[in-house]
């Protein structure tokens, strides 16, 4: 009977999300009957262990299907019935109605909580596509720039927030974007997919970043009046756009509020901070909507590295922020992928794996004329 319990548990798969291996977790209902049985058969009658019987089937319920819990139900009820024929007077009656209530109960509620399962697994599967159609992967390499992509969600059961990038190979080059919408929840969400559409355009159109910026403006104070958050009575944004003219040599920078990128030039690490402080995205009306864009040399061998504050402000137990230009000063020559994995490894480990925000990185490297034959030669 047991054995076909254990069996019938296997009905858990049904879902590609309950496909992993038993756990001690699972298993723990039938570890618990056992240990009961076992005891009720090697105690004294006085001490009565079986009436701890009907909790068996109520922990399975916790983390089995209907099927499999009626069935351990149905193996303690029979051994309370076994366990009579050495104990006439150990109230069979009551405790085995007890089993046969709380079993039925436990069926009910296993079947609720399977409902709840499937409709968050559907949801997250909405949440996964949704996610891609925001963040949708870039590609590893534009003209002669390699570009990796980093996303970490605070909460791991999240799949989109506030934080965004993009990068586009343009008529006028390479053109990147990384931002962050203050606020959180799903208008949040929306924002951050209004500023990416609208960049998605705005690109391909303008011929200069202030262009660029102004049409970004416009549409989340549109946005922003149309879907008026609930926590705070406008959204704005932050925001970094790069470009990397055809044939490199240089980049150009527009920073609207946003944590200065890095940038490895010659061997040596460098903070981007902008000269002139451009205003945050729906916040030109108050603060001017003048936005200034510098120059900055970017050649073969150079890495950027673009980042959103919950890099630079992801803390430590002790409440120290992590030292991102002097880690990065540490990385050497390390190639795009393998910065972000490594930047990744360490945010969590300083952090004691809790991060308190959403987290996107993008890493570029120029590639130099040796690189780009190879990656010819590989296509």
């Not at 159109?205 to 102004?214: F, R, S, W, Y």
Request: proline letters at 6%; charged letters at 20%.
């Amino acid at each position: 009977m047991m054995h076909f319990v254990i069996m019938s548990a296997r009905l858990w798969r049904r879902r590609p999300a309950y496909s992993g291996r038993w756990d001690a977790a699972r298993l723990s209902p039938v570890v618990l009957t056992v240990l009961i049985a076992a005891l009720a058969f090697s105690t004294p009658r006085e001490i009565a262990v079986s009436r701890l019987l009907p909790a068996a089937p109520a922990l399975a319920a916790a983390m089995w299907p209907v099927l499999p819990t009626i069935l351990l139900g149905a193996f303690c009820l029979l051994v309370m019935i076994v366990l009579s024929f050495f104990h006439t007077d150990l109230g069979t009656q009551y405790t085995s109605a007890a089993i046969i209530a709380v079993t039925l109960a436990a069926a009910y509620g296993s079947h609720v909580r399977r409902q709840r399962e499937d409709m968050l697994f559907h949801v997250r599967l909405v949440a996964d596509a949704a996610q891609k159609v925001l963040l949708r992967p870039l590609p590893r390499r534009i003209e002669g720039v390699e570009i990796e992509s980093l996303y970490l969600a605070a909460q791991e059961q999240a799949r989109i927030g506030g934080d965004f990038y993009e990068a586009i190979g343009t008529p006028y080059g390479v053109r990147l974007l990384i931002g962050d919408v203050r606020g959180k929840g799903l208008s949040a969400v929306g924002a951050a997919s209004a500023v990416i559409g609208c960049f998605r355009e705005a690109a391909y159109d303008e011929p200069d970043l202030q262009g660029i910026i102004h049409r970004l403006e416009t549409t989340v104070t549109r946005h922003s009046a149309a879907f008026p958050a609930q926590d705070q009575p406008e959204h704005f944004a932050t925001a970094l756009l790069a470009e990397i003219p055809h044939g490199g040599g240089h980049l150009r920078l527009l920073n609207c509020g946003h944590p200065p990128p890095l940038i490895a030039h010659c061997g040596k690490v460098r903070v981007l901070e902008p000269a002139i402080a451009s205003p945050p995205l729906n916040l030109a009306a108050l603060i001017g909507d003048r936005y200034w864009v510098e120059i900055v040399a970017f050649g073969p061998g150079d890495q950027l590295l673009l980042y959103t504050d919950g890099v630079s402000e992801t803390r430590d137990h002790s409440g120290e922020f992590f030292p991102l230009p002097d880690w990065m000063r540490r990385q050497g020559t390390l190639q795009p992928r393998e910065l972000l994995d490594q930047l990744h490894r360490d945010l969590l480990q300083h952090s004691g794996g809790r991060l308190d925000d959403d987290i996107a990185a993008l890493a570029l490297r120029c590639s130099s004329a040796q690189d780009r034959g190879a990656a010819d030669v590989q296509g």
